[in-house]
């Protein structure tokens, strides 16, 4: 049974900063790309970053490039990471991680094909 299971989420001050993890089982975690979406109250789904198998190519959504957001994976504890800096209020939104059996990144929730249940990132100002 494939599994992914956030944690990280929480309440900070416009600036701060926050980590996500995502810890998987059940699949060959090597083997997959690994994303973050983001959903914000009354809003679809958004693109927020990849991170291909071996962890050496990345692709950030426009809003969180240039080091504001950093993607990382352990694949020795079939772990996937975002550390999240200079939070800003429109970042709220609940942060799921999602895995893609595939060489290629995707921007597209579609092209996933497991998913964790989400954790809350409330960013007040």
């Known amino acids: 049974q494939v599994e992914l299971v956030e944690s990280g989420g929480g309440l900070v001050q416009a600036g701060g900063s926050l980590r996500l993890s995502c810890a998987t089982s059940g699949l060959p975690f090597i083997n997959y790309v690994m994303g973050w979406f983001r959903q914000a109250p009354g809003k679809e789904r958004e693109f927020v970053a990849a991170?291909?198998?071996?962890?050496?190519?990345?692709?950030y959504a426009d809003s969180v490039k240039g080091g504001r957001f950093i993607i990382s994976r352990d694949n020795t504890k079939n772990t996937v990471h975002m550390k999240m800096n200079s939070l800003k209020p429109e970042d709220t939104a609940v942060y799921y991680c999602?895995?893609?059996?595939?060489?290629?990144?995707?921007?597209?929730?579609?092209?996933?094909?497991?998913w964790g249940q989400g954790t809350k990132v409330t960013v007040s100002s």
């Open positions: 991170i291909n198998k071996s962890g050496v190519r990345k692709d």
């Open positions: 999602a895995a893609r059996y595939s060489a290629d990144f995707s921007r597209r929730d579609d092209g996933y094909g497991y």
